[in-house]
């Protein structure tokens, strides 16, 4: 299984996210934070479930039943998956890092 990690972007779009939403409603902010854990721990099993991303060498994967992609990417010299960024799908894409 590949190693999962995070860029401090990634960790700052959950943190947004999750404490934007907790100020409306804590349940619904705890399973957006509890979609984006599953889906990331589902990309770690299984890369190739994602889509080819609109940069060279990313991958994204629309996280189930929320309006958000998981953008990252995989290095299999290094054995990890990368999570750049987790944005709503209404913002802008990632640029390529």
């Known amino acids: 299984m590949l190693k999962l990690k995070w860029t401090q972007a990634a960790l700052q779009d959950i943190q947004e996210t999750v404490d934007y939403i907790n100020q409306r409603n804590p349940k619904a902010a705890r399973g957006v934070a509890k979609k ?3 889906a990331s721990l589902l990309l770690q099993e299984i890369p190739s479930l994602g889509r ?3 940069y060279p060498d990313m991958q994204e994967w629309v996280v ?4 958000y992609t998981l953008w990252y990417r995989v290095n299999h010299i290094q054995n990890t ?3 750049l960024r987790i944005l709503h799908d209404a913002r ?3 640029s390529s890092t």
Do not use: A, N, Q
């Open 64 to 67: 189930s039943g929320i309006p």
């Open 36 to 38: 984006f854990h599953e």
């Open 81 to 83: 998956l990368e999570v």
């Open 92 to 94: 802008e894409t990632p």
């Open 52 to 54: 080819e991303g609109r």
